[in-house]
């Protein structure tokens, strides 16, 4: 009886969660068998959850738990998890192949224990990402009988680079819940309001709006903290003259879409003007320029020229842009796959997204500028937002 009980619950829990169909995943992990194939490896073990994501829907607040996939390069995957993730990892997938670690038992021996029932000797291995430290990758090499194993970190990262028709539609969710946000935001700046205030504002909007937990927090900064980056808030009271920067990704299904802009409390000095003016000039430039079969470093070098012409070199040192896609914390972007910046030769395909932040920075002082998300169309560069990108003055 209670071995039927738990059959019932798994056929009744089985992907009902799942942010995708069975097939969009099928044909995501079809690509990616394909390409551990074309490597040569008999699997790839990935470990980082945005991958595991990708190919499965895997999602939980508990990554930080070791978790596995193993995809070999013909044949079942399975995902090792946390048993106590086990039901919901059945609810966000459509895995018929599950494995479960209890509390206190090694995850590495779980793991090569499942190589080995797969009669997969020397896999490659994700070892690029943030969630396997080294001694764990050099316990899983020693337990298979190696000193090291192969890094696979590059086998599967090109096919996250253009997105499906379905993970557009989620960026474009994605991308109303960060415009809700930013409009409260800025709504709420004013003299004597303060930081926490415009972060509440912010983040309630857009959860209002749909947005799921985002994989890092918004950004909320004034004065001159404003012009450190990365900064956010911190109970800060605004006073007249304060410049205000505000930066938030809105999340649908683990998609996120990212929109910056600035706002100054009283009249800005010429000089931050002027460094508005180019900045917004420059982020023109650079959505000009992209469109499908030139570099990557194509809008980077058309944003650099105008920061260069203006003399604002030093304020802003930084690539343009970086891939949008499936996140999770500790950064909202696919920066780590694709970069629009100097030297980076892979040709814009339709299908890609990208967030281009255009700030200068006066250092200690201030950051004034605009960013977009946008779709990469066989015309060229879809932003996702309509809200206008010049310094509010509030």
């Avoid at 994700?126 to 000193?147: D, K, N, Q, T, V």
Wanted: glycine content about 8%; charged content about 20%.
């Amino acid at each position: 009886m209670h071995s039927q009980s738990l059959t019932e619950d798994i056929d009744r829990l089985l992907g009902s969660e799942a942010a995708f169909s069975r097939e969009e995943f099928a044909l995501r992990q079809a690509k990616a068998q394909a390409a551990v194939l074309a490597s040569g490896h008999e699997a790839l073990v990935v470990t980082g959850p945005e991958t595991i994501y990708w190919l499965t829907g895997r999602q939980t607040a508990g990554y930080f738990a070791f978790q596995a996939l193993v995809l070999p390069a013909d044949g079942e995957v399975t995902l090792l998890v946390r048993q106590l993730e086990l039901f919901g990892t059945i609810a966000n997938t459509w895995l018929s192949d599950i494995v479960a670690y209890q509390d206190g038992e090694s995850p590495v021996e779980a793991l090569v224990a499942l190589l080995r029932r797969k009669h997969i000797r020397r896999p490659a291995i994700e070892l690029g990402g943030w969630f396997l430290a080294p001694r764990l990758a050099g316990e899983i090499a020693a337990s298979l009988g190696f000193s090291d194993l192969p890094d696979g970190s590059a086998l599967l990262p090109p096919l996250r680079m253009t997105k499906s028709p379905a993970e557009l539609d989620a960026v474009r969710a994605a991308a109303r819940y960060a415009e809700a946000g930013m409009i409260a935001a800025i709504e709420a700046c004013s003299d004597k309001a303060d930081e926490n205030g415009i972060a509440a504002a912010m983040l309630n909007a857009a959860t209002l709006a749909g947005s799921e937990a985002m994989a890092m927090e918004p950004l909320v900064s004034s004065g001159p903290r404003s012009g450190l980056p990365h900064m956010t808030w911190r109970r800060r009271q605004l006073q007249s003259g304060d410049p205000v920067f505000l930066e938030l990704a809105g999340s649908h299904a683990r998609y996120h879409a990212a929109l910056m802009r600035a706002v100054w409390i009283g009249t800005p000095p010429d000089e931050a003007q002027r460094m508005m003016d180019c900045s917004l000039r420059a982020l023109e430039a650079a959505l000009a320029a992209i469109r499908p079969g030139v570099p990557c470093a194509e809008p980077h070098n058309a944003a650099q020229a105008v920061i260069d012409d203006a003399g604002y070199t030093a304020a802003f040192r930084k690539r343009i842009g970086y891939s949008m896609g499936v996140a999770f914390a500790p950064d909202w972007g696919e920066g780590s796959i694709l970069s629009l910046f100097s030297d980076v030769s892979r040709p814009i395909e339709a299908g890609m997204v990208f967030h281009l932040p255009a700030t200068l920075r006066s250092y200690g002082c201030w950051t004034v500028g605009a960013s977009e998300t946008v779709i990469v169309s066989e015309h060229g560069a879809e932003p996702l937002s309509s809200l206008p990108r010049q310094l509010t003055i509030r």
